[in-house]
């Protein structure tokens, strides 16, 4: 039983299929002529990706991964030493902490909402967005708890304080239907290898438009130009629109794997994969409940169930999914347990089982 999906999706046959297709066929056949096809996949790797954002894909820009999008978009931004912390919650992703950390020798200042505070309580960050407050990075979804992050109305509170607001969907794109429409964002970063079944390697960025007249990305190449063939040493002008975040030679392999992906997600719909997931998990929780230290409301979370045991039922609980062959994880007291579309009722009713049996 597969319920690692929070830290890699399984893989989709089209993603196989993609990657033999419009990445090493092309190879194979054209050699150094591939880029014109190999580009193609990466276009077509922005539409399918723009459709489960309802956004336009021109806004969207390939990226290695979160952390040095993260990095990009901050150092691209004008910077003003009144203005210059980046406020963070500390169950953000760790990488993104280490970032910031790392951006306070260029000028930035780095503020954490403490974990005694819950990351969804808007009046906690009103209070913590002060002046001084350059930038926010919202989690979507948290890796260790899976609590979901009321965007729009964090976003809405920043912007009153003239705050860009970033927000990290790694942990939620595939599971948890994203409108950004309507969360009035600045920047969205994420990548493919969790929910979206995409592996990894095909991280993105999503800038809001209006951003781009006050973006000047430090970290650029050819691809970040406006005209990526013209190669002359002498003349760079930024794209026009968010690929100027590009950079050099882009990695077409896990963006033609990743195509493959997004399209049977598309072709799934998430907001079926959500529901999927949200029976699934209801299912699963309602069994494990009583021998839980705390509650959840599995509508303010993602697609994960982070499961914090009473210390006798997590150890025998444990013993039983190794001995069913499940994949899953701990981080520290908490099991992560993912049910994506590909697991089964059957499934969740097999756990569910395992818990019942450990309440007697
Ligand atoms: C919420 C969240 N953000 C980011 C990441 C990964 O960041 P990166 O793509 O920089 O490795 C993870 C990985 O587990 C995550 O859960």
Redesign the pocket.
């Known amino acids: 039983m597969y319920l690692l999906s929070h830290s890699v999706g399984c893989l989709p046959k089209q993603a196989e299929r993609t990657l033999s297709e419009r990445y090493l066929n092309p190879w194979q056949q054209q050699g150094g002529n591939a880029w014109p096809a190999w580009l193609g996949v990466i276009d077509d790797f922005c539409r399918e990706l723009a459709l489960i954002l309802n956004c336009d894909s021109k806004d969207i820009c390939p990226q290695s991964?979160?952390?040095?999008g993260l990095t990009k978009y901050l150092m691209a931004m004008p910077l003003r030493a009144d203005k210059n912390v980046i406020l963070m919650h500390a169950s953000a992703?760790p990488?993104?902490g280490f970032v910031a950390e790392v951006l306070t020798r260029f000028g930035y200042q780095f503020a954490l909402i403490d974990e005694q505070h819950c990351p969804r309580d808007v009046a906690v960050w009103a209070e913590h967005i002060t002046d001084k407050t350059a930038v926010i990075l919202i989690?979507h979804?948290?890796?260790n708890t899976g609590v979901k992050s009321p965007v729009a109305a964090l976003a809405k509170i920043a912007h009153n304080k003239n705050v860009k607001v970033v927000v990290?969907i790694?942990?939620s794109v595939g599971v948890v239907p994203i409108d950004l429409k309507k969360w009035q964002a600045d920047c969205v970063l994420g990548?493919c290898v969790k929910w979206l079944c995409g592996g990894p390697g095909a991280?993105f960025m999503w800038l809001e438009p209006s951003q781009l007249k006050h973006s000047q990305p430090l970290d650029v190449g050819w691809f970040s130009h406006a005209d990526p063939f013209e190669f002359d040493i002498r003349h760079f002008e930024y794209a026009h629109n968010a690929k100027r975040f590009w950079g050099g030679t882009p990695n077409v392999a896990s963006y033609a794997t990743a195509l493959g992906s997004l399209q049977v997600i598309n072709q799934l719909g998430v907001k079926a994969i959500a529901t999927h997931n949200r029976d699934l998990r209801q299912k699963v929780y309602t069994a494990a409940a009583p021998l839980l230290l705390s509650k959840h409301e599995l509508d303010h979370q993602g697609g994960t169930l982070c499961l914090d045991f009473q210390p006798a039922a997590l150890e025998v609980f444990i013993e039983d999914l190794k001995t069913s062959g499940a994949y899953f994880d701990l981080r520290s007291n908490v099991l992560r347990l993912s049910l994506h579309i590909y697991n089964t009722s059957e499934q969740a009713s097999q756990l569910a089982d395992m818990l019942r049996k450990l309440r007697l």
């Open positions: 991964n979160v952390s040095s992703f990488s993104m989690t979804v948290h890796s990290d790694a942990q990548s991280g």
